[in-house]
């Protein structure tokens, strides 16, 4: 079974709109975290966000919020008030394992920003 | 230290060589990893450190792929012999050692190998 499932290949939103980029994770563990990545094209994978399997609250970082929903093993990314510079890939990516050595990647998500 | 550094940043080689990048991590961080990344899919694990030690490998790291980090600093990873198949982005990415799941990893630009 795929660790990490991003169903969305291609999203287009349009600027200064909200977007949400689905993530959903299969884990048997109790402890694990999820981390959202953004992969422009020149290819480096720019952290955004993080949330913990513990954690009550969904994570927030400027724009981005994750809506964690647990019981569903869903993370999704929330990407406010589009900017064109948001164009890009978005990867979500799930840390478990007992020394928490084990990091899985989803197939991502090319959003397109529209002017 | 501004992030994670890898060179070359782009390498293309014919089938059969060898070919060998560097990944330079931040330098408090413990943890080193490396990824393959083929076109339109996420990044793969195939190895990761903890200091000098190389704790883990994945399926994928045939035997003509070694990896080292000799003084828990930089890593290299070699590719021996290499196969068209080969031809993929090259990630590094550390982190501090903290043992939990809160752990974060900081990635570099890659290394784009193409193999002719």
């Known amino acids: 079974a795929q660790k990490i499932t991003q169903t969305q290949p291609g999203m287009f939103v349009q600027e200064k709109e909200a977007v949400t980029l689905d993530c959903t994770y299969d884990?048997?563990?109790?402890?694990?975290?999820l981390f959202w990545y953004k992969q422009p094209s020149s290819g480096e994978m720019i952290f955004l966000i993080y949330?913990?399997?513990?954690?009550?609250q969904n994570a927030t970082e400027g724009r981005y919020s994750l809506n964690f929903q647990k019981a569903r093993k869903s993370a999704n990314l929330v990407i406010s008030a589009s900017q064109l510079g948001d164009s890009a890939m978005y990867f979500c990516?799930?840390?478990?394992?007992?020394?928490?050595?084990?990091?899985?990647f989803g197939s991502g998500t090319k959003l397109n920003v529209k002017p | 230290d501004t992030g994670v550094s890898q060179n070359p940043r782009h390498k293309i080689t014919k089938r059969g060589q060898n070919v060998t990048f560097r990944c330079d991590p931040i330098?408090?961080?413990?943890?080193l990893y490396w990824y393959r990344q083929t076109l339109g899919q996420g990044p793969e694990f195939l190895t990761y450190?903890?200091?000098?030690?190389?704790?883990?490998k994945s399926r994928l790291l045939s035997d003509r792929f070694s990896a080292e980090r000799p003084k828990g600093s930089f890593s290299t990873l070699e590719i021996q012999r290499t196969e068209q198949g080969d031809s993929a982005m090259y990630l590094c990415?550390?982190?501090?050692?903290?043992?939990?799941?809160?752990?974060?990893?900081?990635f570099g630009p890659g290394t784009r190998l193409l193999v002719l």
């Open positions: 450190f903890q200091n000098e030690a190389q704790l883990e």
């Open positions: 330098s408090e961080h413990n943890r």
């Open positions: 990415a550390s982190s501090l050692d903290l043992s939990d799941y809160r752990e974060t990893q900081y």
């Open positions: 990516a799930m840390r478990e394992g007992d020394n928490f050595n084990k990091f899985y």
């Open positions: 884990t048997s563990d109790q402890s694990y975290g």
């Open positions: 949330q913990g399997s513990y954690d009550e």
